[in-house]
C-alpha cells in the first residue's frame, strides 16, 4: 500500500516555499549545506535500508522502508531552537518503517537497536503517549558505521495516514480486526480531542483567538502525568493541577479546592513535569472555580469550562461587569460614552461577533469570552466611517490633553481647602480611603500629606499646628486606594485558598498575602488590598471574619 500525498506534505512544501522567500539567505545556506554531502548521504541511506530491509526480512516482518527527508524549514526552526549548527542535527538522514501492527512496529524497533547502538536520550515512544492531534510513531536515533547518526520513525499505516492526512483519515479508515463495537469505541477515544475543540470553538467569538488556541493545542510541547491510579493524562507544557482537574471531569475542576503532587500537597498553580502523578483534593462546599484561575490555566479545555461556569452562574453580574469594562476601555482611550454607544455601532459590533441581542455581549465581556478592547475598536471603526472628516486621534489626544489638566487634587480624590494645583499625597502610614475622617499636613517640598484623624502620627503632627491643613475627599472621580489589613486565625488547610475565594466572590483586588503561622498554630494573614470607599473595605472585613477559623480582622494603622 503506498500514500503519495497528504495535508502534512502540503503544508511541509508551503512552508519551504515560504521560507525561501521570506528568509531567502538563511534559505540558501541551508540548502547549499544539504548539497555539499547529498551524494554520500543518499549512498549512506542506501546502504543502512538495505540492512535493516534483510533483518526484518529474516524476522517475518512484512515492512516498506523509504528514506525521509527533512524538510529545509523544520531544518531551520531545529537550529534555532537548539541553537546548533546543521552538521548538529541529527535528523538529517533519516529512515521511515511502516508496518502493519502495533506489535510489529516494537518487533522491528528491537531489529534496529540490535543492528545499531541507539543514541541515549534520544528514544521517544509517541505510540503509547500519543500527541494531542493523535500523531503515533517510535523515533529513535541511531549510531550507523563511521559514527554517523541516524534517525528511524517507525509506525503502522493507520498511524502513517493520520501523520499524513490529518485527523479527518479516521473518517475513512477504520482498524482491521476489531468488532464494530470496539471500532467504534476506538473511534470515539480518537476523536474525543477534535469533539471537544469544535465544542469550545462555539463560544470562542473572536477568529483570531480561536485559531490562536488551536495552534498552541496542535504544536506546544505536552508533558505527560498520572493519576494516582495510573491512568496517563496528556496536557500542554506549562499545565497545572487546574488544567488535569478539568481533563479528568468538568465537576471535579468545579470542585477542586487543593491538589497533591508525587503525594505533596502544593499549591494548584504549581507547573506540573512528565511523571508527576496528580491527585485533585474537592469539596462540595465550594463556589466554583476562581477567575484567577484562568491567569494559569494552559489547556483551552480546562479555560472553556471555566468561562462556561461564569457565563451560566453569574449571567447577571457577568452583564454589569461587561457595561463596566467597556465604560472604562472608553475613558481610557479618551472618547466620551455618547460618541461610540450609538445603537447603530452597537448593532454592528453584535453582528461581527456574532451576540443575538446586546446583554449577551455585555455577558461575554463580563466573564472574559471577549475582551472590552475587540467591542471598543469596532465601534471606533463604524464611529470613523461616520465622521470621515474628523480626525479621531486628534479628539482623542485633546480629550485626554484636557484630561491631563485636571488638579492632581482631584485625581487623588481630595480637596485641599483654600488651594488649587497642590500636590497632594495619601500617607502610607494609615492609608485613608473615603470615608475616612481625614486631615492634611502640609510638607517642605512634598505638598500635602494625608492622614486619617485616628493615625498613630498624627498627634506628633499636631505639635506643629502651623502646618496642619483641612482637606476633604472631592467625591468626583472613583479611585482604587490601598489597605493593609491583618487577620489572625487557627491554623487549617485551605485557609488561604478560603480567603482568596473570598476576595474574589466580592470583585476586590488583593495585591499581596501573606501568612505566618506560629509554634502555638496560630496564623497571622497580612494583606494588602485596593477599595474604592470605606464602604466597601467595611464589607471585605465583614466578609472575612466570617471566613471558618478566622477570629479577629483589624486595618492596620
Known sequence: MQIDYGMYSLKWELEDLAFKYLEPEEYREIVEGLDEKREE??????KIKEQIKLELKLQRIDAQITGRAKHIYSIYRK??????????????LALRIIVNSVKDCYAALGVVHDLYNPMPGRFKDYIALPKANMYQSLHTTLIGPKGTPFEVQLRTWDMHRIAEFGI??????????????????????KLSWLRETLEWQKDVADPQEFLNTLKTELFEDEVYVFTKNGDIKVLPKGATPIDFAYNVHTDIGHRMTGAKINGKMMPIITKLNNGDIVEIITTDSTKGPSRDWLKFVQSSSARNKILQWFKKEDREENIERGKELIQKEIKRIGMHEEDLNKQEYIDQAMERYKYGNINDMYAAVGFGAISAGKIISKLLYEYRKEHEVENIEEKIEELASKKRNITKNAKSGVIV???ENCLVKLSKCCNPVPGDDIIGYVTKGRGVSVHRKDCINIKDLFQKEARIIDVEWSGEEKASYKVDIELKSNDRDGLVADIAREMNNLKATMLLINSKVSKDRIVTTNMTIEVESLDELNKVTKTLRKIDSVYEVNRKK
Open 168 to 189: 479527518a483519515a479516521h473518517w475513512a479508515y477504520k482498524e482491521a480486526n476489531k468488532t464494530k463495537k470496539t471500532t467504534v469505541k476506538v473511534e470515539e477515544d
Open 417 to 419: 481647602k483654600g488651594i
Open 41 to 46: 548521504r543518499l549512498a549512506f541511506i542506501e
Open 79 to 92: 537550529m534555532q531552537r537548539d541553537a546548533i549548527g546543521l552538521d548538529q542535527v541529527y535528523d538529517l
